[in-house]
């Protein structure tokens, strides 16, 4: 994949991330995309953080002292993290799922 066709899948994607966290009822974090890091900040100074990594082709995730690589699988249309499996949309829906203590759930774009 090259640089120009890892942006057009890979931008908009964080875009489409904001606004679905920017939708959620009962918001208990704030939501921020800056230079491609979507940063998530919960009322207790916790913070999860995706972002795009260019040189890799990936979409990264820090949460929950966790670590995901997600690469985009274009047969699919989605992000799939290769060690777990995990896909990106449901797997921001779990770890805020569990932050949270409540079901999370996004409107798909």
Same mark, same amino acid.
């Given at each position: %994949?090259?640089?120009?066709?890892?942006?057009?899948?890979?931008?908009?994607? #964080?875009?489409? $991330?904001? /606004?679905?966290?920017?939708? $959620?009822?009962?918001?208990?974090?704030?939501?921020?995309?800056? +230079?491609?890091?979507?940063?998530?900040?919960?009322?207790?100074?916790? /913070?999860?953080?995706?972002? =795009? @990594? /260019?040189?890799?082709?990936?979409?990264? %995730?820090?949460?929950?002292?966790?670590?995901? @690589?997600?690469?985009?699988?274009?047969?699919?249309?989605?992000?799939?993290? +290769?060690? =777990?499996?995990?896909? #990106?949309? +449901?797997?921001?829906?779990?770890?805020? +799922?569990?932050? $949270?203590?409540?079901?999370?759930?996004?409107?798909? /774009?």
């Amino acid at each position: %994949m090259t640089e120009a066709e890892y942006e057009a899948v890979a931008n908009p994607e #964080l875009v489409a $991330l904001v /606004r679905a966290l920017d939708a $959620l009822d009962g918001t208990d974090f704030e939501a921020e995309l800056a +230079s491609d890091i979507l940063t998530v900040e919960f009322e207790d100074g916790a /913070r999860y953080v995706l972002n =795009s @990594h /260019r040189a890799a082709r990936q979409i990264w %995730m820090a949460a929950e002292l966790n670590a995901w @690589h997600f690469d985009w699988v274009a047969a699919q249309g989605r992000w799939i993290a +290769s060690k =777990s499996g995990d896909e #990106l949309w +449901s797997a921001l829906e779990g770890v805020l +799922s569990r932050k $949270l203590k409540r079901p999370v759930r996004f409107e798909r /774009r």
